[in-house]
Nanobody, 117 residues
Framework: QVQLVESGGGLVQAGGSLRLSCGSS????????MGWYRQRPGKERELVAA???????NYADSVKGRFTISRDNAKNTVYLQMNSLKPEDTAVYYC???????????WGQGTQVTVSS
C-alpha cells in the first residue's frame, strides 16, 4: 500500500513563502505523474502543479511564476515551493501520484496552508 505524507504547511503572511514536501513509501520512479492539488474553502479540489517522471511540469494559471514543483528521486520526495503567497492561496494542499500501468491513484492526507493578509 503506497503512502504519501505531506509536510510543510502552516501560517504565513501574504508575500511570504512556504515549501511543501511529499514523501512516498514507494519509489517515485513508479509514478508516471505526481502533483499537488488544493481545496479552498467552499471550492472543489483543483490541480496546482504536476510533474511527470520525464520532468515535464504544468501549473495552474493562478500560480504560474510563483510556485515551483520539483522531485528528488533519491529521496522519494516531491516538493512545492510557494513564493509570493496570497490570501487566496489558503487551502488544504494534497499530494497525488499516479501509476498508469497498474491504474494506481494515490492521495496524501493533506496539509493546511493559511495565508494572512
Amino acid at each position: 500500500q503506497v503512502q504519501l505524507v505531506e509536510s510543510g504547511g502552516g501560517l504565513v503572511q501574504a508575500g511570504g513563502s512556504l515549501r511543501l514536501s511529499c514523501g512516498s513509501s514507494a519509489s517515485i520512479f513508479s509514478f508516471h505523474r505526481m502533483g499537488w492539488y488544493r481545496q479552498r474553502p467552499g471550492k472543489e479540489r483543483e490541480l496546482v502543479a504536476a510533474v511527470t517522471n520525464g520532468g515535464v511540469t504544468n501549473y495552474a494559471d493562478s500560480v504560474k511564476g510563483r510556485f515551483t514543483i520539483s522531485r528528488d528521486n533519491a529521496k522519494n520526495t516531491v516538493y512545492l515551493q510557494m513564493n509570493s503567497l496570497k490570501p487566496e492561496d489558503t487551502a488544504v494542499y494534497y499530494c497525488h501520484a499516479e501509476n498508469y500501468v497498474v491504474a494506481g491513484d494515490y492521495w496524501g492526507q493533506g496539509t493546511q496552508v493559511t495565508v494572512s493578509s
